[in-house]
């Protein structure tokens, strides 16, 4: 889909390590299909996982062989061109966004993992940060859990109590 | 005159008249955003619409399915992010227009195209649902399963550089696909004794991994460079190209309207054999296909609502959904007593008309918000990446665990994001994964009963296969994309080809 990896003459760092680790992930799959119910019937559980992984298997063979047959390109390493340390960073705080979002609840855990990111990304200071963030938080509540009512996570934060004595002070 | 009276029932009723732009409206939006998908939509609104009548709440619904199949394809032209599966094509030259600066033209073809679309599925819908519901009564098991496989093998081979990556792009989503318990015989594939397996992959979770956070995570490479400010000079598109493109539209609305009437086969298809269709009848673009040809839009846009109005004749015929969308309003229609199969245009044929009516009043409506909101709908793509990119993973994340109030969820949209961040990086296409997780349990399922009403055999299979002029014509197609796959295609063949047409 990203044109820019569309027309492939190079060899990419790390990419043979990849497909390696396609090939052998497709053997282990085979063999975990094989598992299900064998070479018995056609039309067993387990006879078309195991087709899709064979199909998995000679994909991932032809795709490594080509590997290996094109020339290393020039100039480029894989903690700058692959995997930069920009992105490892932000894998890293979606996965403690992740593990933080059901004891810490959706507002608290959301509140913290924009604030890092868009301060992170887009280096303004502190104080616009904040309010973009709150802007945005809200923006968000508003649509998903008020008007899709989407159920997210409360956490430690009492939203229900908070919505309801909002609610109060109306009538 | 009957029919034509519940036809017009909900363009003469304010308040239905009303829920249809508020449904196409939201639709449009939820559409728009990545990782809130119609289908889910409308289930949530099946749960707060129970109560209502009848007619409102199918008025509500309708639009936002129309209006959301047509949403999907905004962000897949300013952000390369399909905000439906049905926009997967539309995003591969929809994006490159964007990016020369062309959005606002982008969008307003897309919309008026797939307006055009959107009647014929219509159009279709009302004159043939009955031959049309006979055809398909005809097909065989074997049938669905190789319609399964040709559309991976057409997305495998149109949206990557090579057809072995997008093979086994495929057959990976078609494994994602089958963990679970088995629905057959309840065996566990791919379960490694977790419980929490039994269920299988979401696939919506493996969608937004592999296009929210995958295609967010790349947009990282590119934070310094600035972000083209999205021309949006001109939205209603030049009548000059609406005249030269609507042959190639009515061709790719009736390919909709075809792949949306087969059970199960909806919009996302149909986009994509559409797109398919369009590279091989433009011969010489004025721009490449992938760079932002004009024909790759406009195909995969009519055909996606061309398909809407397919994807009704099955459900209101058989009783079968035509795609997930229709599925859902199956239980609707159930919720508010109605029952969906042949008895229903019979006992009552004013719910065929009413709904024929309103999907023509919520197309309507998606021209006049399409061709009017694109303004600050466009503001989105204008706002800094170091903003947009954080609340993608936010969005993604609620979106991953919204579907089931499940954790377990959120960790499957983060492996494929992870997994589906390298596969972009080393040259997979991303999409067949997608359909392959989508038309898993129908090709499995489909499958299994082709082999076991030919008790096994494979011998018989093909014999009976070739008795049939479809089937026929559905291996055949198989078989000639894998041919051209082969060294006997790309050494004999091609170049003699190629010079018998040269001469």
Not at chain 2, 5 to 23: D, I, K, N, V
Request: aromatic letters at 10%; charged letters at 10%.
């Amino acid at each position: 889909m990203s044109s820019q990896f569309s027309s492939q003459k190079t060899r990419k760092p790390g990419e043979r390590t990849f497909g390696l680790l396609l090939v052998l992930g497709s053997v282990y799959l085979f063999f975990q299909a094989y598992s299900i119910a064998g070479f018995s019937e056609l039309s067993s559980a387990g006879a078309f996982p195991m087709a899709t992984s064979a199909a998995m298997v000679l994909a991932s063979c032809i795709i490594f062989v080509n590997t290996l047959k094109l020339p290393a390109a020039k100039g480029e390493r894989f903690a700058h061109n692959c995997l930069p340390p920009m992105v490892a960073i932000i894998m890293a705080l979606i996965l403690v966004y992740a593990v933080i979002l059901e004891s810490l609840g959706f507002i608290l855990s959301s509140f913290l993992f924009l604030f890092i990111t868009i301060q992170f990304l887009y280096r303004r200071s502190v104080l616009t940060t904040l309010s973009i963030t709150l802007l945005s938080l809200m923006v968000v509540y508003v649509i998903f859990r008020l008007a899709f009512q989407v159920v997210l996570p409360e956490g430690i934060v009492p939203e229900r109590e908070i919505i309801a004595s909002i609610k109060a002070l109306w009538r | 005159m009957d029919s034509l009276s519940f036809f017009a029932m909900s363009w003469l009723s304010p308040e239905l008249l009303g829920l249809t732009a508020l449904g196409t409206f939201l639709g449009i939006y939820v559409g728009a955003i990545p990782g809130l998908s119609v289908t889910m939509a409308v289930s949530i609104l099946i749960s707060f619409t129970f109560s209502w009548d009848v007619n409102n709440a199918l008025c509500l619904m309708i639009g936002v399915y129309m209006g959301g199949v047509y949403g999907g394809s905004r962000t897949a032209i300013l952000l390369n992010i399909p905000g439906a599966p049905s926009a997967i094509a539309t995003a591969l030259d929809g994006f490159p227009l964007a990016r020369k600066g062309l959005a606002g033209e982008a969008i307003g073809l897309s919309t008026v195209m797939s307006v055009i679309g959107g009647f014929v599925g219509i159009i279709v819908l009302a004159l043939a649902a009955p031959s049309i519901s006979e055809f398909a009564i005809t097909f065989q098991p074997r049938d669905y399963m190789m319609l399964g496989i040709l559309g991976i093998l057409l997305v495998g081979s149109l949206s990557g550089n090579s057809l072995a990556k997008g093979i086994f792009a495929g057959a990976l989503g078609l494994l994602i696909g089958t963990v679970g318990l088995d629905p057959m015989t309840v065996e566990e594939r791919f379960t490694f004794g977790v419980i929490e397996l039994w269920d299988g992959i979401n696939p919506i979770a493996v969608m937004i991994g592999m296009f929210g956070i995958s295609e967010a995570l790349h947009q990282l490479h590119h934070m310094d460079k600035a972000v083209i400010k999205q021309k949006i000079s001109r939205i209603i598109p030049k009548w000059v190209d609406i005249k030269k493109y609507l042959p190639l539209s009515l061709q790719t609305s009736f390919i909709g309207v075809i792949i949306g009437a087969l059970p199960g086969t909806g919009g996302d298809i149909a986009a994509l054999m559409a797109y398919d269709h369009a590279k091989r009848v433009t011969k010489n673009p004025d721009v490449p296909f992938g760079e932002g040809a004009k024909e790759g839009l406009i195909a995969p846009e009519s055909a996606n609502n061309a398909a809407v109005g397919g994807a009704y004749i099955p459900m209101l015929t058989l009783g079968i959904p035509g795609d997930a969308v229709t599925a859902v309003f199956i239980g609707a229609l159930f919720i508010h007593g109605l029952n969906p199969g042949p008895l229903l245009m019979i006992e009552q044929p004013h719910m065929f008309w009413f709904t024929v009516g309103n999907l023509a009043l919520a197309n309507i409506f998606v021209l006049i918000f399409g061709l009017t909101g694109i303004r600050m709908f466009s503001k989105i793509v204008e706002c800094p990446k170091g903003i947009l990119i954080p609340l993608i993973f936010l969005l993604s994340i609620v979106g991953a665990y919204a579907i089931n109030n499940a954790i377990t969820d959120i960790w499957w949209m983060l492996a494929f994001g992870v997994f589906g961040y390298f596969m972009r990086l080393y040259g997979f296409p991303v999409g067949p994964v997608i359909l392959g997780v989508i038309l898993s349990s129908l090709t499995d399922e489909n499958w299994r009963r082709a082999i076991l009403t030919e008790r096994g055999s494979v011998t018989d299979l093909f014999i009976h296969l070739f008795s049939s002029p479809l089937s026929t014509v559905l291996f055949m197609s198989i078989a000639l994309i894998l041919f051209t796959q082969t060294p006997v295609w790309s050494k004999w063949m091609k170049p003699k080809l190629a010079r018998r047409f040269s001469n």
